[in-house]
T-cell receptor, first 113, second 113 residues
Framework: EAQVTQNPRYLITVTGKKLTVTCSQN?????MSWYRQDPGLGLRQIYY???????DKGDVPEGYKVSRKEKRNFPLILESPSPNQTSLYFC????????????FGQGTRLTVV | AQSVSQHNHHVILSEAASLELGCNYS??????LFWYVQYPGQHLQLLLK??????LVKGIKGFEAEFIKSKFSFNLRKPSVQWSDTAEYFC???????????FGTGTRLTIIP
């Protein structure tokens, strides 16, 4: 089954403790992206990747890092999480850059206390 | 830069009422346009998309949207809503040649039985 898998689904952590949210797709998609969803703000793009070792900043990259060492994986790294990064995070993948057939993960709800 | 505006933040309708949700984008060139739906606690699902051709696009679950280039709009419509349409709806744009998918802030739709 074609899917985007995010882990964990829920995470509560403390300020400053490094964490990684994993994202994996099984469709051999070139493009992957991370979004955060906040009430009243919709989904805002954090980072995206066009292929292995090729990434670019989205609209809200501050405080986040990503890597794309393999095509299937696109982890989101918070080196020093802060409470304002409490949010719902979605990973997405697409075969092409026009996002015609985008697949979204189930989301990761992160709380930073 | 591409951007999307959804002016209706929360819409409340009775069952069988007609629906129209507004979406305006900002970009001077060719665009690809999308409507996504997010049911409570779930990830985003594609309702419909417009790339080219007939500006009236039909999607799943009885939804349709009309692309009006002169108005930079892509409004979502449904002639008769059901309680199960209660969800959040997001308009998104991808500018031709740009590898980003940008979302609006979303419209929360509540259907009263």
């Amino acid at each position: 089954e074609a899917q985007v898998t995010q882990n964990p689904r829920y995470l509560i952590t403390v300020t400053g403790k490094k964490l990684t949210v994993t994202c994996s797709q099984n469709m051999n998609h070139e493009y992957m992206s991370w979004y955060r969803q906040d009430p009243g703000l919709g989904l805002r793009q954090i980072y995206y990747s066009m292929n292995v070792e090729v990434t670019d900043k989205g609209d809200v990259p501050e405080g986040y890092k990503v890597s794309r060492k393999e095509k299937r994986n696109f982890p989101l790294i918070l080196e020093s999480p802060s409470p304002n990064q409490t949010s719902l995070y979605f990973c997405a993948s697409s075969l092409s850059g026009n996002w015609a057939e985008a697949f979204f993960g189930q989301g990761t709800r992160l709380t930073v206390v | 830069a591409q951007s999307v505006s959804q002016h209706n933040h929360h819409v409340i309708l009775s069952e069988a009422a007609s629906l129209e949700l507004g979406c305006n984008y900002s970009y001077g060139g060719t665009v690809n346009l999308f409507w996504y739906v997010q049911y409570p606690g779930q990830h985003l699902q594609l309702l419909l998309k417009y790339f080219s051709g007939d500006p009236l696009v039909k999607g799943i679950k009885g939804f349709e949207a009309e692309f009006i280039k002169s108005k930079f709009s892509f409004n979502l419509r449904k002639p008769s809503v059901q309680w199960s349409d209660t969800a959040e709806y997001f308009c998104a744009v991808n500018a031709f040649g740009n590898e980003k998918l940008t979302f609006g802030t979303g419209t929360r739709l509540t259907i009263i039985p």
